[in-house]
């Protein structure tokens, strides 16, 4: 699944990953966790994430690699905003070659900046159990804290408004041609309209994928 910072992919992934039984993968879910527990390459990728860049490639590369060679991801797997750049795409399609396995689709979700920004922007996590809300689209019956377990919610530095602007710039200037790479390389390329209602935007996507 690719598409920029707001789009639903992680929303649609997780309902798509519990429907076909396999596991999800979000760079950006690896990296914070990385950062969290404060590992050399947590703190490298801090340094770019704070300020809206992308991580290096042989940094995410890396990562990823890790993931997918955990037996959880022996009958499938969905990646959520991966990969970001074409040298990204061409280690990952080298090394599932080398397994003698291949991506099923490439799915780019694609929506309007400003909606995508206020969706970015109106995300909220909780500083206890780490759940996540929306403002807009999904806020917490308890106001400002976390309905789950009291916890305060906060806006991630990455998150805010104008960070988020820095955030697609980096994200279009970079993936354009990731996008034409897999246009031109790759029959399993679709493209998802990624507006509307959640239900709405689900039920396009399994229009994609249960044909599989």
């Known amino acids: 699944m690719l598409g920029p910072p707001g789009a639903g992919k992680g929303t649609h992934g997780d ?20 950062v969290r527990n404060d590992t050399p390459l ?8 704070d300020k809206g860049e992308l991580v290096p490639d042989d940094v995410v590369l890396g990562l990823v690699r890790d993931v997918l060679s ?7 797997f969905i990646l959520d905003g991966f990969p970001r750049t074409v040298a990204q795409a061409e280690g990952l399609h080298a090394w599932l070659a080398d397994r003698g ?22 995300r909220r ?12 689209l999904d806020p917490s019956a308890a ?10 919610l906060e806006t991630r530095e990455d998150d805010k408004a104008e960070t988020v602007r820095n955030r697609l710039r980096v994200y279009r200037d970079s993936t354009e041609p990731l996008l034409q790479w897999y246009a031109t390389s790759s029959t399993s390329f679709r ?8 239900d709405e935007v689900y039920n396009g996507l399994l229009t994609l994928v249960d044909c599989l």
Do not use: W
């Open 15 to 34: 309902r798509l990953a519990e429907r076909c039984g396999i596991p999800k993968y979000a760079t950006g879910d690896i990296l914070r966790e990385a």
């Open 42 to 49: 947590g703190r490298e990728a801090k340094q770019y994430m």
């Open 70 to 76: 955990s037996p959880s991801a022996k009958d499938g």
């Open 101 to 122: 396995m291949s991506l099923d689709v490439v799915i780019y979700f694609d929506a309007p900046e400003e909606e995508l920004i206020r969706r970015v922007a109106g």
């Open 125 to 136: 996590v909780c500083v206890g159990c780490g759940m996540i809300y929306n403002v807009h």
């Open 143 to 152: 106001g400002e804290l976390c309905e789950r377990c009291g916890g305060r």
């Open 191 to 198: 493209e998802l309209k990624a507006v509307g209602s959640v």
